[in-house]
């Protein structure tokens, strides 16, 4: 057995370990901060390769029942998974661990697409490249933190002083806490997932 299988026997073991050991929803933003730092490490590359992908699960099984349940935390759960899904598609694939993510962002676009909104454009019509993703940490912290919205400017009409770029970007002049967990918006990034 060569060193890369025996590395790849060690973490599916510890994956295995792992998997049966249910993980708790986050109950504060403070304990958001946390995943949010975890969820990075495994966009960045940085987490060890066993936990990213019961992360990864972890997220698609919370995202499932706050999708059930209605709750607002399927917004983080929703862009969370999108964030760090690709891990078990393209990063260090695993069919059966991709087939249950691509399973719940199904249930996402399903769900939440046909709900109605009176926004104008989503985030997701725009969906970024992963190279543009280095933002999505911002959204992710506004998300987790209802505490902080009133801080974020609002549409582009409030910021007429700043260049067109900055004004039209959903990063900084359109991060609103509303647009970005709009059911549409959340269904649209699940779309853009399984495409």
């Known amino acids: 057995m060569s060193s890369e299988e025996s590395s790849q026997a060690l973490e599916e073991q510890c994956y295995d370990e792992e998997r ?3 993980v708790e929803a986050p109950a504060t933003p403070e304990e958001w901060d946390g995943l949010l730092g975890g969820w990075e490490e495994i ?3 940085y987490s060890f390769l066993g936990a990213a ?7 698609a099984r919370h995202l499932e029942a706050s999708l ?3 709750g607002d935390a399927r917004a983080l759960w929703t862009l969370g998974l999108y964030y760090i899904g690709g891990y078990v598609s393209y990063a260090r694939p695993h069919a059966p661990s991709e087939r249950r993510v691509r ?3 199904e249930q996402v676009a399903a769900a939440l697409g046909d709900t109605a909104c009176g926004h104008p454009a989503h985030p997701c019509d725009d969906v970024p490249e992963d190279s543009e993703l280095e933002n999505f940490p911002a959204v992710l912290e506004l998300l987790a933190h209802p505490e902080r919205a009133e801080g974020h400017g609002g549409g582009p009409a409030d910021r ?3 260049p067109d770029e900055w004004r039209m970007s959903w990063y900084e002049g359109r991060l609103t806490r509303e647009i970005w967990a709009c059911p549409r918006n959340l269904a649209g990034f699940a779309r853009a997932f399984l495409a």
């Open 20 to 22: 049966t050991v249910p």
């Open 43 to 45: 966009h960045q590359g």
């Open 68 to 70: 059930a349940a209605g």
């Open 160 to 162: 007429e002083d700043e």
């Open 53 to 59: 992908r019961h992360s990864v699960l972890e997220c």
């Open 103 to 105: 399973e719940v962002m």
